[in-house]
Structures are given as structure tokens and as C-alpha cells.
């Protein structure tokens, strides 16, 4: 009985971030650009603050594979902490994510 609870609670689990909360890259993509462009380059192209790294590149690299939204939130050095849902976190990994398959140089 207890291992069965537990197995649904698993299922639960992982249903949930494809139901409750699918991550939507079109979303992310009009927040970076709202929010991160003043910065970051989030398509192509060098950034307009070249202390901030091209999405492009942070969508390759290992530490956003690795860390994934936690990047988002952890305390950066000259880009200011935002106070991200989790809903808007996932969405913007949904658009680097695309942005990762996709050929830009
Ligand atoms: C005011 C300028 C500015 C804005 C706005 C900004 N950033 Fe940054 N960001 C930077 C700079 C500069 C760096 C590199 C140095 C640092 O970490 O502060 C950076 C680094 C990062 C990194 C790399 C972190 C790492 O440790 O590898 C990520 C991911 C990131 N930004 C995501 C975002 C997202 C998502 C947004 C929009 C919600 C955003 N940034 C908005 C300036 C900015």
C-alpha cells in the first residue's frame, strides 16, 4: 500500500510539468526580449552589453545544460537578480532550449 502512494506520487510528479505548467518558448522568447535584450543578445549577433553572454551561448553551454533554470536565479555579478515564476524561468529555458537547436552563429 505505502510503495503504492509513493508510485503515484511519482507519476504525479512527473506529469505535472507537461500539464500544469507546459513550458512555452514562444512565452520566453517575448520575456527576453522584454526583459533580457536590453543586455543579452537573445537571437543572433553580438550583445548590446558585451559583459553580458549572447543566448545563443549560454543556450550551448554546460553550465545551462547542467544548471537549467537554476542559472536563472542564482546571484549574478553585474546583471541584476530577477524575480522569476518558475512558470516564466521554465519558458525561458523553453526558448534557449530552441535556441539551441537552431543554426545561429
Ligand atoms: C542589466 C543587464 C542585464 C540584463 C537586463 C540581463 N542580464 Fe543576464 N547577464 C548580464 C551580465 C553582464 C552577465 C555576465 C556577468 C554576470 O553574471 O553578471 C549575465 C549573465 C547571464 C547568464 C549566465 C549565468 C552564468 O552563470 O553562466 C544567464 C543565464 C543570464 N544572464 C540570463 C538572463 C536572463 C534570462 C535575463 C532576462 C530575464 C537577463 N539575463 C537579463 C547582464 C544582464
Redesign the pocket.
Known amino acids: 500500500m505505502k510503495t503504492r502512494i509513493g508510485f503515484c506520487l511519482i507519476v504525479l510528479t512527473l506529469s505535472l510539468p507537461a500539464t500544469a505548467w507546459a513550458a512555452d518558448s514562444v512565452e520566453g522568447e517575448r520575456?527576453?526580449r522584454r526583459?533580457?535584450?536590453?543586455?543579452?543578445s537573445i537571437a543572433t549577433g553580438q550583445s548590446p552589453?558585451a559583459?553580458?553572454?549572447p543566448?545563443a551561448s549560454?543556450a550551448r553551454?554546460r553550465?545551462?545544460r547542467i544548471?537549467g533554470t537554476s542559472?536563472?536565479f542564482?546571484s549574478?555579478?553585474?546583471?541584476?537578480n530577477?524575480a522569476?515564476t518558475n512558470e516564466q524561468a521554465e519558458d525561458?529555458a523553453a526558448y534557449l532550449k530552441v535556441l539551441a537547436r537552431r543554426r545561429v552563429r
Open positions: 520575456l527576453a526583459v533580457c535584450s536590453t543586455c543579452h552589453m559583459a553580458a553572454p543566448f549560454i553551454s553550465a545551462f544548471g542559472l536563472f542564482k549574478h555579478v553585474i546583471m541584476p530577477f522569476f525561458v
